[in-house]
């Protein structure tokens, strides 16, 4: 079941679930980068405020997604890291180098608005 | 009695450490008769016993508690004699525990009174056997291997819950002692005071988090003027703790470091890689003011942007 | 002292179905919900660990008492290759920044106890305990 990524503007919105397997986060990229290219996207916001569980292999996967898109001229933010989660990650030594972070949505569109420094009108 | 371990199989085991066994029961069922005909004045000798003692004035000043006590004392003067000792029995010694710790009587004061009805018990037994002394003898022998086991369960619940207490106030204390001060929307300072260890850490770094996400803070000072020492350890928790909270989107910036503590921590190669420090708290709120100045949360309606002269459609 | 079925390891999905049990047994057990995030986090760890090196393994949840403690224990099996040099293995690789390091370390940081044993070739064995506070 993939993931839906949504266009907000210049940006793309996905909301990650808990329970994504392995197939699941390689369809994630794929699908990313191939939006991302096709609507010049400026940034892709990536909310993860229902992940219970960020372990090695994810934040991996998450921060590999965001220095590809990177590539393809996107920044990434990824918002609603739960206290518990931040915390395990922490312990684990595991950071996002390559994204932004936010507390919450609205904070990661701001975040991103930030980032790549211009008005992204709302289409 | 989960909590206190207190299994069917730990029962058993308790019960083989006072050496009670179905030999015991036997002769303790002998016993039935002479302890249920005298059952009232044998729990009166307990309870009179503790009405003389000061320690005991807590559970003499509540009736209703008092009432409770004497039926459960009664009920499990019957049940010492029935010869069943299992979690049913238990469980009926645990209520009557938890009655003692509700009126906050001790383990010497309760072990006093209960030699007395003992001794009570004991005579009522002898007198009863004037014909076989011997053998009332060693059913009364038998007996006491069940006081043995009571006791025992008795005073372990009553350190358990005193325990449980003491551990619950340990930890109110500890986290009445981080307090989190908002200073303006979406900053926020922590004064850290007292040595840092593990479990401290943890706390702190909990209680910053659920700041950052209850305050929706994008912003914390943590001062740690008043931590007395500053290892590796701690800078490493220190580091876990700012790394986590810019996770959650929040900048953390340490102040209060003393050049004591920057030489220590240079001495002995403690990483404070990633970790934001400036000399004093003041200084500290300028740093984060000035980085959140490009960050401040964006209002909500429209779009938004910051240093940017030309407006959209 | 309950126990339930092994979990087999064999796909990337049972990973996930590891973590959902050991969640669902901690919480019952009391565990804070950040230690249900350590437990989760160090069982994907653990979990992917025999995925990657061993190929498939097991995972038995267990809860454990000792008065006034309660603990969740958790058991990982697997058959081969094994570890050559468990001391090596259990050097933290996270901080080089290569990322790949294997999952051991960072397991054992989340959790209270940690022991290993393993040879080569018969297979790994992983035991590790949290306590509630």
């Known amino acids: 079941m993939a993931v839906p990524i949504l266009k907000q503007g210049g940006y793309l919105f996905v909301a990650i679930q808990d329970e994504l397997t392995d197939a699941g986060w390689r369809d994630l990229r794929t699908d990313l980068l191939e939006r991302a290219g096709k609507h010049r996207s400026r940034g892709v916001l990536i909310d993860v405020s229902t992940m219970e569980v960020m372990d090695s292999f994810a934040s991996r996967m998450l921060d590999g997604i965001a220095r590809m898109l990177r590539f393809r001229g996107a920044e990434t933010v990824v918002s609603g890291l739960q206290p518990e989660v931040a915390f395990a990650m922490a312990q684990l030594g595991l950071s996002l180098p390559n994204t932004g972070t936010a507390l919450d949505t609205d904070d990661g569109f701001a975040e991103l608005r930030r980032r790549t420094g211009t008005v992204v009108n709302a289409h | 009695m989960r909590d206190m371990g207190l299994t069917a199989q730990n029962i058993e085991h308790r019960k083989t450490i006072v050496g009670l066994g179905p030999d015991d029961s036997k002769r303790i069922g002998q016993l039935g008769e002479v302890v249920q005909t005298n059952v009232e004045r044998l729990t009166a000798t307990f ?69 007395h009805l003992l001794e009570a018990i004991g005579a009522c037994v002898m007198k009863n056997s004037e014909k076989d002394p011997m053998e009332g003898f060693e059913n009364f022998m038998s007996l006491q291997k069940v006081a043995y086991f009571d006791i025992a369960i008795i005073v372990d619940t009553l350190v358990f819950e005193r325990e449980r207490i003491i ?84 900048l953390v910036v340490l102040t209060g470091i003393s050049s004591e503590i920057a030489l220590t921590l240079v001495t002995i190669g403690a990483q404070l890689r990633g970790i934001r420090t400036v000399g004093d708290l003041q200084g500290g709120i300028e740093e984060i003011e000035r980085s959140l100045g490009g960050k401040a949360r964006a209002p909500s309606r429209g779009d938004s942007y910051e240093g940017d002269p030309s407006r959209g459609s | 002292m309950p ?131």
């Open chain 2, 167 to 250: 551990r619950q106030q340990q930890e109110a204390i500890r986290e009445l002692s981080t307090p989190v001060l908002q200073i303006r929307d979406q900053l926020l300072i922590i004064p850290v005071i007292g040595l840092v260890d593990t479990y401290r850490a943890r706390l702190l770094t909990e209680g910053l988090l659920n700041a950052i996400r209850e305050r929706r803070a994008k912003g914390v000072v943590m001062d740690i003027t008043g931590v007395p020492v500053v290892d590796s350890k701690v800078a490493n928790h220190l580091a876990q703790a700012c790394e986590a909270a810019r996770l959650m989107g929040a």
């Open chain 2, 47 to 115: 309870f009179d016993h503790l009405a003389g003692l000061d320690e005991a004035r807590v559970l003499f000043g509540n009736s209703e508690l008092l009432k409770r006590a004497r039926v459960l004392k009664g009920a499990h003067l019957s049940e010492m004699v029935r010869g069943e000792y299992g979690p049913q029995y238990v469980e009926q010694r645990l209520k009557l525990a938890m009655l003692y710790t509700q009126v906050g009587l001790d383990a010497h004061v309760f072990l006093g009174a209960f030699r």
């Open chain 3, 3 to 133: 126990t339930e079925a092994p979990i087999s390891i064999k796909h990337d999905a049972d990973i996930l179905a590891a973590r959902r049990a050991a969640r669902e047994m901690a919480a019952r057990l009391g565990f804070s919900s950040t230690d249900l995030a350590l437990i989760a986090t160090a069982i994907s760890e653990i979990a992917r660990n025999i995925l990657v090196y061993a190929g498939r393994g097991e995972i038995t949840l267990e809860e454990v008492s000792e008065p006034p403690r309660r603990g969740i224990v958790v058991i990982a099996r697997d058959s081969g290759p094994g570890i050559a040099d468990i001391e090596q293995a259990m050097q933290d690789g996270y901080s080089s920044g290569h990322g790949l390091g294997l999952g051991l370390p960072g397991a054992r940081r989340l959790m209270d106890d940690f022991s290993i044993e393993s040879n080569v070739p018969q297979g790994t064995t992983i035991v590790m305990k949290k306590w509630a506070r």
